[in-house]
């Protein structure tokens, strides 16, 4: 049985694409099964793996709508990445959205989907798009555990009550299993006082699994459809990350502070 990981957060910009590629890759590279599944219509994960989206035959469109495709025929393995495979997205999600709001139960497609690939990986990471919108909703109602990256900045900080509300109505209504695992704070810049304030803030009401910094190298692999924990394994953010894939391992989110 997959364990079904969501990354979430309804801001844009606050790295759940990355943070789902890089810790994605992390367990791919300890040798674990993986599947992402892109939830966002900009298809960002897609173009991150080095996939084009309009050249891809299936996507995760074609398991959300009604006369759906098999799920084995959406996922893509990644070529260049050992173990590690996904189900793209494009950008006829956007329209899709709007017919799924008619559908019984729409907040389970996904959910449903998944449970038939359940046993062919060991983690399914979902990339969810910046709504608390239906895809979103499709993206919990799968999850066992959820993992929020967000920025260190105060309105960043104070959406995150929004964020638990909603999570806190899918365990009411949808996925009773569902778990807030832990909270990355992300694009953190130490020498900045406010970040600083709202990463102790963070702390001390939130388990932080992970603190990754500001810095360029985060975006240089991705032309080449790498991850940081590939292309610079040595970094301190490849590190945030391969320690965030052992704690999914092991099933102990306690984050050690020398990293
Ligand atoms: N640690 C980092 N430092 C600097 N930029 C980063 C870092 N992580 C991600 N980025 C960049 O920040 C932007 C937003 O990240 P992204 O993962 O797309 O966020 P989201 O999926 O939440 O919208 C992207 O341009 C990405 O390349
Ligand atoms: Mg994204």
């Known amino acids: 049985m997959a364990k079904i990981i969501a990354v979430a957060n309804q801001k844009g910009g606050v790295t759940k694409t990355t943070s789902t590629f890089n810790i994605s890759a992390a367990l791919a590279m300890k040798g674990k099964r993986v599947l992402m599944v892109d939830m966002d219509s900009q298809a960002s994960l897609t173009i991150s793996a080095g996939l084009e989206p309009l ?17 084995e025929e959406c996922i893509i393995k ?12 494009i950008i006829d999600l956007a329209v899709l959205e709007t017919e799924l ?16 690939v359940d046993k062919d990986f060991d983690y399914i990471i979902i990339d969810c798009p910046p709504q608390l919108s239906i895809l979103t909703m499709n993206g919990l109602a799968a999850a066992d555990e959820v993992i929020i990256p967000v920025k260190t900045d105060y309105l ?16 009411l209504y ?27 803030k963070l702390e001390s009401e939130y388990n932080v699994i992970g603190v990754i910094k500001r810095a360029a190298v985060a975006k240089k692999g991705i032309y080449d459809g ?21 704690m999914i391992i092991k099933s102990a989110y306690e984050r050690s502070e020398e990293i």
């Open 226 to 246: 790498l991850p940081v924990v590939m292309q610079y394994s040595k970094s301190n953010i490849a590190k945030e990350y391969l320690n965030i894939a052992d």
């Open 101 to 116: 709001l008619s559908r019984p139960a729409r907040e389970k497609i996904l959910a449903r989907a998944l449970n038939q």
């Open 174 to 200: 949808v996925n009773e299993k569902i778990k807030v695992v832990g909270v990355i704070a992300a694009l953190y810049e130490m020498q900045i006082v406010e970040d600083k304030e709202i990463l102790a």
């Open 156 to 171: 960043a900080y104070r959406g995150l009550t929004q964020l638990k509300d909603t999570i806190e109505d899918i365990r």
């Open 55 to 71: 050249e891809v035959k299936y996507t995760v469109c074609d398991i959300l709508e009604k006369a759906s495709k098999p799920i």
């Open 78 to 89: 990644i070529e260049h990445i050992e173990n590690l495979s996904i189900i793209p997205s």
